[in-house]
């Protein structure tokens, strides 16, 4: 399988705990997205990277998340201390590299974070 | 404050009929759009991008681009079950190529 992968796929954990999430893009995407998104809402954009560069987090993201993306390959989502309020699906996406007007994101599967 | 805005639904459609979904964005500088497939439980799946205005057609789905009124619809003809999902509406944000705003979705049903 050639798409975007993630893992864990379901996390359970208490609040207060940590969390890692890893993403694995398409092979020759440089372009790598977290969205997080919560039921009957759309997917809402936490972070960016191209290759190991973070170019954008939201103003909305927490000191408590985290993200990086070291090789330029695969990239790490970590939320420290974790809150009830951060349950959610946990989306990565990649896309090829800007070229004019395009900016296709293809999503992985997710991770959905249940915080007790 | 940028938004998009979609009928969140649900919108019944019976089988063989075309479903209409439409969607508005705010920011004027937008150059890029997308509707994504939602199945419950699932993760986006990338049907159709428009960049340009007119219409766009793919198979049985239509996406259609108006940057003046600043809309952005999808028709899907011959509706199948299997097209039961909510359906998203991102715009790319013009103050950064990395990021896509998105709607929350419109339902659709279609009924056999």
């Known amino acids: 399988d050639t798409g975007v992968s993630q893992n864990p796929r379901h996390k359970i954990t208490k609040r207060g705990q940590n969390v890692t999430f890893r993403c694995d893009p398409i092979?020759?995407?440089?372009?790598l997205y977290w969205y997080r998104q919560t039921l009957g809402q759309g997917p809402e954009f936490l972070t960016y990277?191209?290759?190991?560069?973070?170019?954008?987090k939201s103003r909305l993201l927490s000191d408590r998340f985290s993200a990086e993306r070291p090789k330029g390959s695969f990239s790490t989502l970590e939320i420290q201390r974790t809150e009830q309020g951060d349950s959610a699906m946990y989306l990565c996406?990649?896309?090829?590299?800007?070229?004019?007007?395009?900016?296709?994101?293809?999503f992985g599967p997710g991770t959905r974070l249940t915080v007790l | 404050q940028k938004e998009v805005e979609q009928n969140s639904g649900p919108l019944s459609v019976p089988e063989g009929a075309i479903a209409s979904l439409n969607c508005t964005y705010s920011?004027?500088?937008?150059?890029?759009f997308f509707w994504y497939r939602q199945y419950s439980g699932k993760s986006p799946e990338l049907i159709m991008s428009?960049?340009?205005?007119g219409d766009k057609e793919d198979g049985r789905f239509t996406a259609q681009l108006n940057k003046a009124s600043q809309y952005v619809s999808l028709l899907i003809r011959d509706s199948q079950p299997s097209d039961s999902a909510t359906y998203l509406c991102?715009?790319?944000?013009?103050?950064?190529?990395?990021?896509?705003?998105f709607g929350a979705g419109t339902q659709v049903v279609v009924t056999p």
């Open positions: 996406a990649s896309s090829p590299s800007q070229s004019g007007t395009y900016n296709e994101q293809f």
């Open positions: 092979s020759e995407h440089n372009r």
């Open positions: 990277f191209q290759n190991e560069a973070q170019l954008e």
């Open positions: 920011d004027r500088g937008s150059q890029s």
């Open positions: 428009i960049y340009s205005n």
């Open positions: 991102a715009v790319n944000d013009d103050d950064s190529w990395g990021k896509l705003q």
